[in-house]
C-alpha cells in the first residue's frame, strides 16, 4: 500500500488543497506480491461512504476499470464516470467502490478551486459526477496517458501541474466578495451566516447568492452547513467518548436535535455511528 500527498506552490495553492496518489495493490515490477512482506493488505470493506465537504474532486483511475459512484441508499443506483472522473461540490454522500479504485491518482480542490479551470460553472456540477471527458474532451484521455507514463508519484504530480495550466480558461482568482465569503466561512463556520457575510460586501443579496453557486458551486447558505458539519468531523473524529450536547453548542447548533438532523442529513449516519465506523481518513467510512 503507498499513499502519497502534495501541496502545489502558488498560484495553484490558493485552488488546489492537494494532489494525491493511493496504490492499493502493486503495480510496479518493485512492488511486493500480495503475501509477500510488505504486500499491501486488501479492503475489508467492499464500499466507502464519501461524505460531503463541499469541495470538488478529480479522480483518474489508473487501471482499466470504470469507476462508478453510487448512491449510499441504495447501491442500485449509480453514475459511471469512465477512467476518469469530476465530481462537483456536494450536500450529501455517496459511495465508491473500493476493489475499483486501488490504482489512483486525484485532484482535490478547494472551496472553488475548479472555477479557473472549467467554462461550466461550478453550479451546474454540484451534486453531480461525471466523465472528465465530457468537460475536457480528449485532454482527459491524454493526462490519463500522461500520468500512466510517469515513473513515479512525483512526476504524476508535476503532470497534475502542468495539466491544470493548460485548462485554465480565465484568470487564478475569484470574484473578492466570494474570496471574502469563502474565507470568512471556512474560518468559523460555526458562526457565520449569510446576513453577516452581506454587511461586509457591496453586492445585493441576489447578485452575491449567484455569483457564490457560479464559482464555489453551493448556495451560501448550504455552503455554511457543510462546512460547520465538516468542523464538527474535525471536533469529534476517532474520539473514544464524546459529549454530543457540547458539540452542538460549539459547532453552533439550536439544540442537540438540530445537530443530529444536520449530521444525519449529510452523513446517512448518527453521529455515535460514524464515531463507531470512522477510520483514519475523516470523510471515508466503511460500508458492508
Not at 463541499?54 to 479522480?59: C, H, L, N, P, T
Request: aromatic fraction near 10%.
Amino acid at each position: 500500500m503507498m499513499q502519497r500527498l502534495y501541496v502545489p506552490p502558488a498560484p495553484l495553492a490558493s485552488f488546489i488543497r492537494c494532489f494525491w496518489y493511493w496504490e492499493g495493490t502493486p503495480h510496479h515490477p518493485s512492488a511486493p506480491t500480495e503475501g509477500a512482506p510488505g504486500a499491501p493488505t486488501p479492503q475489508p470493506h467492499a464500499r466507502e461512504r464519501l461524505l460531503p465537504n463541499g469541495e470538488a474532486s478529480i479522480v483518474f483511475n489508473l487501471r482499466d476499470e470504470e469507476m462508478r459512484l453510487y448512491d449510499a441508499d441504495d447501491p442500485s443506483r449509480f453514475v459511471s464516470c469512465g477512467l476518469a472522473g469530476l465530481t462537483g461540490a456536494r450536500t450529501h454522500c455517496f459511495a465508491i467502490d473500493t476493489a475499483a479504485e486501488e490504482w489512483v491518482v486525484g485532484i482535490q480542490f478547494r472551496p472553488g478551486g475548479t472555477f479557473p479551470f472549467f467554462r461550466e460553472p461550478a453550479g451546474e456540477v454540484a451534486n453531480r459526477s461525471m466523465p472528465l471527458e465530457d468537460l475536457w474532451r480528449d485532454a482527459a484521455g491524454e493526462i490519463r496517458e500522461q500520468l500512466l507514463a510517469a515513473c513515479s508519484a512525483d512526476a504524476m504530480f508535476a503532470v497534475l501541474e502542468r495539466a491544470l495550466m493548460a485548462q485554465l480558461v480565465r484568470g487564478l482568482e475569484l470574484h473578492p466578495a466570494i474570496e471574502f465569503a469563502r474565507g470568512h466561512i471556512c474560518r468559523a463556520p460555526q458562526v457565520a451566516t449569510v446576513s453577516g457575510v452581506m454587511e461586509s460586501i457591496g453586492l445585493s443579496q441576489r447578485r452575491f447568492i449567484e455569483l457564490f453557486r457560479e464559482q464555489v458551486g453551493l448556495t451560501p447558505k448550504a455552503f455554511c452547513r457543510v462546512r460547520r458539519f465538516q468542523r464538527v468531523l474535525e471536533a469529534v473524529h476517532r474520539r473514544k467518548s464524546v459529549d454530543w450536547a457540547q458539540v452542538a453548542l460549539d459547532g453552533g447548533y439550536y439544540d442537540q436535535a438540530h445537530f443530529i438532523h444536520d449530521f444525519q442529513g449529510f452523513s446517512g449516519l448518527t453521529p455515535a455511528a460514524y464515531l463507531a465506523l470512522a477510520t483514519e481518513h475523516l470523510n471515508h467510512v466503511p460500508m458492508a
